[in-house]
């Protein structure tokens, strides 16, 4: 991880030399000792830094997120882009960039418009699976439904948008890490650093739950209350980092299947690892976004998909037989 | 340990399965749970380990109502073995038989925990099969796994859901010799629902039959296992022989006259 960091920091298209971004990077630590041009300073510093640990985070974020929503749902299947999560997001997005209408106004706009649309279409999931007391078929089944209809949402409005508006919503859309700054960055990390820990503790119950409900009841688990609070949580870290980063697709999906291809299906170490992989995956992603076809940047949804879908089908193919 | 169970009465959505049920374990006894398919046994067992929720009635363990304990108070006291696990993602043997350690464990396994688990597991003769993916056994070593999970999980009284079903006569055998081993061995009590009546009659200190959510009878294996009470509530014509003090069944036919219960 230290590595893509080091590489990463030293990519773009700014020219500037490895020694010119060591030296900006050191001269923050080491005020006075090193000759750095503001031009190198303010490039790492505000660009290439925010980036590389945005991607770092959003990866590990959409990994954990992943990891225990497969395990709540026990399906190999649940991630926050089968669940309309991710739909919904793009639908709060949209609104804002066509219409211009949201719940707060100003800069931030897009971002809380997607961040609340996405919160609702959990509580919409939970609150029609709580009609079946937590049911996790009818969650994933509520999920999906609701993700074609904020997506069939988002495109009515592109078809009735103008151009311009259309073509930023298709931008929003493709998921990009480097729309961040520091003050985003610490604003993902914070949920993080607050959700995480949480979701590690009650590994132990996740491993219970993967083995049906009765099974988790009888070893002390209560089932319903478990389910609920952990499709909270990682929609709450979902909700966060998609709306900064924007639909980044499959890392949640494919994350934690390569981790349990890996070392098999103990949460306990699942959930930290497909955060990892997850990292290490969008983080490495965005290196070969940027540098593929520089000057061009890629879409890094696109990238991701791209390199993903590969190892994942190695993975799917040399797999032991009784895997899923 | 003591468990009471008190006029239990369940119903699914308005659709009665238990109906008034009321007995008691004693310590160190094993309990054979019979009755014809649909007659309630599985929910009477759910219903004893609180995954369940009876609509009346009371149960409780060593004088204390399990509505007043938590979850995880009720999982160190009642381990559950049900008929069969399908776990969503792949798990060893060995992690489980970890799981069994969950209403112990606050935040990481203890050496007393893996302690446990190993002594549970060469008690099951498991070791060989220890790193084995769960989903890769044949059915008796399933069986045989989850036991040693209720037996990690260190509960005074086993619920067993007819641990049976799956296997043939020999390791139908086995999980009945092993699980007789267990109580003796470990001081505990159990609750097995059975469908083999032979082998109830054979390893059971005392039979409960079930019938369309009643209990019909109850008692020593000879008491319960006669041949007008199979009749009545199976709705078959059996003849009842005894052998070495137990009663042996070999059915006849379908009783046209009677239509059963359930």
Redesign the interface.
């Known amino acids: 991880m230290i590595v893509i960091v080091g590489v990463a920091a030293t990519l773009g298209p700014a020219g500037l030399s490895i020694g010119d971004v060591y030296a900006a990077i050191a001269a923050r630590f080491f005020p006075g000792h090193f000759n750095v041009s503001p031009l190198a300073d303010s490039v790492v510093w505000n660009l290439r830094l925010p980036r590389i640990f945005m991607g770092l985070l959003a990866g590990f974020g959409l990994g954990v997120a992943g990891a225990v929503m497969?395990?709540v749902l026990?399906?190999?299947l649940a991630s926050p882009f089968t669940l309309g999560i991710s739909a919904a997001a793009g639908f709060g997005a949209s609104l804002a960039i066509v219409l211009g209408v949201g719940i707060v106004a100003g800069k931030h706009l897009i971002i809380a418009n997607a961040f609340v649309f996405s919160l609702l279409c959990t509580i919409l999931m939970l609150a029609l699976a709580s009609r079946t007391s937590g049911n996790p078929a009818t969650m994933i089944l509520a999920g999906v439904a609701l993700g074609f209809l904020f997506s069939a949402g988002t495109t009515l409005l592109q078809y009735f948008g103008d151009p311009y508006a259309v073509q930023a919503v298709v931008f929003w859309l493709i998921g990009d890490v480097g729309r961040t700054s520091w003050e985003k960055l610490s604003l993902v990390g914070i949920t993080l650093l607050v959700t995480a820990p949480l979701l590690f503790?009650k590994s132990?119950?996740l491993?219970?739950m993967?083995?049906?409900?009765?099974?988790a009841?009888?070893?002390?688990?209560?089932v319903t209350t478990a389910r609920i609070s952990m499709m909270v949580i990682t929609s709450l870290i979902t909700a966060t980092i998609v709306s900064f980063v924007g639909t980044i697709g499959f890392i949640g999906l494919v994350a934690p299947h390569i981790v349990?291809m890996a070392i098999?299906?103990?949460n306990r170490f699942?959930v930290p690892l497909s955060g990892m992989v997850g990292a290490l995956l969008l983080a490495g992603a965005d290196i070969v976004a940027l540098q593929a076809m520089a000057p061009i940047v890629l879409p890094i949804g696109v990238i991701t998909a791209l390199m993903g879908v590969p190892l994942f089908l190695y993975f799917i193919l040399r797999r032991?037989k009784?895997?899923l | 340990m003591n468990l009471k169970v008190q006029a239990v009465t369940f119903s699914y959505n308005s659709t009665p399965v238990l109906d008034n049920i009321t007995f008691e374990l004693q310590p160190r006894e094993i309990v054979a749970l019979v009755g014809p398919n649909g007659s309630g046994k599985s929910t009477l067992l759910k219903c004893i380990d609180r995954i369940l929720r009876p609509q009346h009635g009371k149960i409780s363990i060593d004088s204390q109502d399990i509505r007043r304990m938590s979850q995880q108070e009720i999982s160190k006291k009642l381990g559950y073995v049900p008929q069969r696990v399908i776990s969503a993602f792949p798990l060893s043997v060995f992690e489980t038989v970890l799981m069994g350690r969950r209403p112990h464990i606050a935040w990481r396994t203890s050496q007393k925990d893996i302690d446990a688990v190993l002594k549970s597991i060469s008690l099951l003769e498991l070791e060989h099969l220890a790193m084995r993916d769960f989903a890769e056994l044949s059915g008796g070593e399933m069986q045989r796994v989850l036991l040693a999970r209720a037996v990690a999980q260190e509960a005074g009284i086993l619920l067993l859901d007819e641990p049976t079903s799956n296997l043939d006569i020999r390791h139908q055998i086995e999980a009945m010799e092993i699980l007789r081993q267990l109580v003796t061995v470990k001081n505990i009590s159990a609750i097995v629902a059975v469908h083999d009546l032979n082998l109830a009659a054979r390893y059971a200190d005392r039979m409960i039959m079930l019938s369309g959510g009643r209990i019909c009878a109850t008692g020593s294996p000879s008491e319960v296992l006669t041949a007008d009470g199979i009749s009545k509530s199976y709705g078959i014509r059996v003849t009842v022989r005894n052998e070495n003090g137990r009663p042996f069944i070999i059915p006849l036919g379908i009783d046209t006259g009677s239509v059963p219960v359930a």
């Open positions: 497969q395990g026990r399906n190999p503790w132990w119950d491993n219970a993967s083995s049906g409900d009765e099974t009841r009888s070893l002390g688990v209560n349990r098999g299906g103990d699942v032991k009784e895997y």
